[in-house]
């Protein structure tokens, strides 16, 4: 059973323009969001994060919002570099006094490729 | 320079053939943990530690054993491997548990087993 889960394998945009990812989750109980960024042969790394408190964090070109009712939250990438391509996985976790405290669950990735 | 490392990056191994896979933190991080990556699937764990001699089952646990006996080292035990257990491993650690600590991730191990 998939808690969080992209729906999309790969998305393709121009550089410059817009990169929009999505996630959804399953589970009510995950209250913090995190986007890593992985390329080939390396392990991921931290991008961006936002907790349930919050609908909008942004940091530089990166923006993720959350809208909790509909239990999803998408990454903006503006604008769109050709570094940025890489596979972005978005996780989901519970804070402390949860009863899955520690775990952290990933979606599937989303291959973005960014067009000079 | 803070890292983790993982050994070996690359194996190849029959059904059956006990092997471990080490994973080592130089930045005393509490909290470490092992993933798998197949595809449509993302990345899952396995299991993690929130400190030495504590140590959790993640999501998908079976067939392997964990161990942290020394704050720096977690490594992946696969006491009978089996094909399904081909994947791509990732070790992980940070300062506090998620969502708390950035998780650094170590290379990745890439494991073929016939």
């Known amino acids: 059973d998939q808690q969080v889960k992209q729906n999309s394998p790969s998305l393709s945009v121009q550089e410059g323009r817009i990169s929009i990812l999505n996630c959804d989750y399953t589970?009510?109980?995950?209250?913090?969001f995190l986007w890593y960024k992985k390329y080939p042969a390396e392990g991921p790394t931290f991008l961006i994060s936002i907790s349930s408190i919050k609908d909008k964090n942004e940091d530089g070109r990166f923006t993720v919002f959350l809208n909790k009712s509909a239990k999803h939250l998408s990454l903006h990438i503006v604008p769109s570099q050709p570094g940025d391509s890489a596979v972005y996985f978005c996780?989901?976790?519970?804070?402390?006094?949860?009863?899955?405290?520690?775990?952290?669950?990933f979606g599937q990735g989303t291959i973005l490729t960014v067009h000079p | 320079e803070a890292q983790v490392t993982q050994n070996p990056r690359y194996l190849i191994t029959v059904t059956g053939k006990k092997l471990t896979v080490t994973c080592s933190q130089n930045?005393?991080?509490?909290?470490m943990s092992w993933y798998r990556q197949d595809p449509g699937l993302g990345l899952r764990q396995i299991y993690y530690s929130m400190n030495v001699e504590v140590t959790d089952k993640g999501d998908v646990p079976e067939g392997y054993k964990v161990s942290r006996k020394e704050k720096r080292n977690f490594p992946l035990i696969l006491e009978s491997p089996s094909p399904n257990q081909t994947s791509l491993y990732f070790c992980?650690?940070?300062?506090?548990?998620?969502?708390?600590?950035?998780?650094?991730f170590g290379p990745g191990t890439r494991l073929t087993v016939t």
């Open positions: 930045m005393n991080h509490e909290y």
């Open positions: 992980a650690s940070s300062l506090y548990p998620p969502p708390g600590g950035e998780q650094y």
């Open positions: 589970n009510s109980m995950f209250d913090y």
């Open positions: 996780a989901a976790s519970v804070r402390a006094g949860g009863t899955s405290y520690g775990k952290l669950t």
